[in-house]
């Protein structure tokens, strides 16, 4: 996790697209793939060029927000955002996600059906800072949006929060643009909170949820709802103030 005043140390050059991390990701892809026998030759060699291109677009997506987000600072005298984390997504759970959604292990529909493959969130202190992240992303002419899901205005029945935007990102290959997927999930620190704990909690629990589970976690979810509206309403009082 970095603050948006440590973004540049998180950013990958190109000599740590070769780190061990990297490897990592390359060849555990490579393990899984070649494991269920699922690939040939040529396609392994694939998913291997696809998990470049993916790390060069996570680099790419994490300056251009970094300088999104600077650049507001400089000219509002604010920084909306908390922090911002970023990953790619494991295999697992991009294999489960296939798998979930009913979808046969191939790299077609990997490219296809997985668009969070590349993951950002970005989480700000108030609800007014969401809306600001989300205007500035919309607006920038860099990458393209795809979708959008409202989870702020319409919580899922489980009580998740949070703003969602697939994007694309285009990357500057040698010979090519190519048009890279990727999720910037934005939400308040209150709903980061909710959301975190959800996770480990409820979000991947195997089989049916206990209906007390269900029902408190929506209770939780209510509570997160009114700090967050409290917290931006104090905010706004002490904004008057400094202005006088
Ligand atoms: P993980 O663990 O992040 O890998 P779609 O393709 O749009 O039909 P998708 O991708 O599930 O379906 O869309 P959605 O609803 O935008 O969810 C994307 C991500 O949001 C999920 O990714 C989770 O990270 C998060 N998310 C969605 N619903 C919940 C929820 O109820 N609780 C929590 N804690 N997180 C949620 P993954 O791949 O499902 O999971």
Not at 60 to 86: A, D
Not at 156 to 180: A, Q, V
Request: aromatic share 10%.
């Amino acid at each position: 996790m970095v603050n948006t005043a440590d973004c540049g140390s998180v950013m990958q050059g190109f000599d740590s697209l070769i780190s061990p991390h990297f490897k990592i990701e390359v060849n555990s892809y490579e393990l899984i793939f070649f494991k269920g026998r699922i690939i040939n030759m040529s396609e392994k060699i694939d998913i291997n060029e696809l998990m470049l291109k993916y790390n060069f677009a996570l680099s790419t997506l994490e300056t251009q927000l970094n300088i999104l987000i600077r650049e507001y600072e400089f000219k509002n005298k604010y920084n909306p955002v908390e922090h911002i984390k970023s990953r790619i997504k494991t295999e697992k759970s991009t294999l489960d996600k296939l798998k979930r959604k009913g979808y046969e292990l191939s790299l077609n529909n990997l490219k296809t059906h997985v668009k969070d493959i590349i993951g950002i969130r970005i989480v700000c202190s108030f609800l007014s800072d969401v809306n600001e992240i989300v205007y500035i992303i919309k607006k920038s002419k860099q990458f393209k949006i795809v979708s959008e899901k409202n989870y702020i205005e319409n919580p899922k029945d489980t009580g998740y929060m949070s703003y969602h935007l697939i994007i694309e990102i285009p990357l500057y290959l040698n010979e090519k643009i190519e048009y890279i997927p990727a999720e910037i999930q934005i939400r308040t620190v209150a709903m980061d909170f909710f959301a975190t704990l959800d996770h480990k909690i409820r979000y991947k629990f195997p089989g049916k949820i206990p209906d007390e589970v269900k029902v408190e976690m929506l209770a939780c979810s209510t509570v997160i709802q009114s700090l967050d509206k409290k917290m931006y309403e104090l905010n706004e009082i002490v904004k008057k103030y400094n202005d006088l």
